[in-house]
T-cell receptor, first 116, second 114 residues
Framework: GENVEQHPSTLSVQEGDSAVIKCTYS??????FPWYKQELGKRPQLIID?????GEKKDQRIAVTLNKTAKHFSLHITETQPEDSAVYFCAATRLAGGTSYGKLTFGQGTILTVHP | DSGVTQTPKHLITATGQRVTLRCSPR?????VYWYQQSLDQGLQFLIHYYNGEERAKGNILERFSAQQFPDLHSELNLSSLELGDSALYFC?????????????FGPGTRLTVL
């Protein structure tokens, strides 16, 4: 089955700095990679996603890059703000095909702290 | 608010007991996924239902079972509870179909087994 590794487990930055979180996946059939933000005690919320036919996607201060050959993808947050502090999870799944489609395999999470 | 509802918010019970967690997907979503979140295991997929049919199982214990009803709400049944079953249980819904889509998570049910 799919295995997703996420690094770092904790990340501390100053307000205004950039933050980068990296994930690697094992199943070359995975082709959908969402990122979720989870605040303490709350539900995971999708912040950005990328499909394997695209190498990069950007939404305001957030961007995700995907390297299919190396099987890794990264989340980039620019101009960080204290309200970006949360746990971030990457995930991977197949868009279609087989019994595993739609099933999200999550990374271990990154605790991001943005200091004012 | 994602549009996915889960009840109850909190559940405290004893070892050996049985509980039922309920999830109502967003209007129009046919797929429901159940996930377990614990400190040591992280976010783990349990089971997926699409339009009433079981589609995929993850590392779900035999003591756990689920179903999706004709009105598309889903229930996760946990029996013979153990201390280690204490966790946050999330359901998520998506439009479903042949391709995976964005999954919207409910607020979760926090289960505490004493």
């Amino acid at each position: 089955g799919e295995n997703v590794e996420q690094h770092p487990s904790t990340l501390s930055v100053q307000e205004g700095d950039s933050a980068v979180i990296k994930c690697t996946y094992s199943d070359s059939a995975s082709n959908y990679f969402p990122w979720y933000k989870q605040e303490l005690g709350k539900r995971p919320q999708l912040i950005i996603d990328i499909r394997s036919n695209v190498g990069e996607k950007k939404d305001q201060r957030i961007a995700v890059t995907l390297n299919k050959t190396a099987k890794h993808f990264s989340l980039h947050i620019t101009e960080t703000q204290p309200e970006d502090s949360a746990v971030y999870f990457c995930a991977a799944t197949r868009l279609a095909g087989g019994t595993s489609y739609g099933k999200l395999t999550f990374g271990q999470g990154t605790i991001l702290t943005v200091h004012p | 608010d994602s549009g996915v509802t889960q009840t109850p918010k909190h559940l405290i019970t004893a070892t050996g007991q049985r509980v039922t967690l309920r999830c109502s997907p967003r209007s129009g979503d046919l797929s429901v996924y159940w996930y377990q979140q614990s400190l040591d295991q992280g976010l783990q997929f349990l089971i997926h239902y699409y339009n009433g049919e079981e589609r995929a199982k993850g590392n779900i214990l035999e003591r756990f079972s689920a179903q999706q009803f004709p009105d598309l709400h889903s229930e996760l049944n946990l029996s013979s509870l153990e201390l280690g079953d204490s966790a946050l249980y999330f359901c998520a819904s998506s439009v479903g179909g042949l391709a995976a889509n964005e999954q919207f998570f409910g607020p979760g049910t926090r289960l505490t087994v004493l």
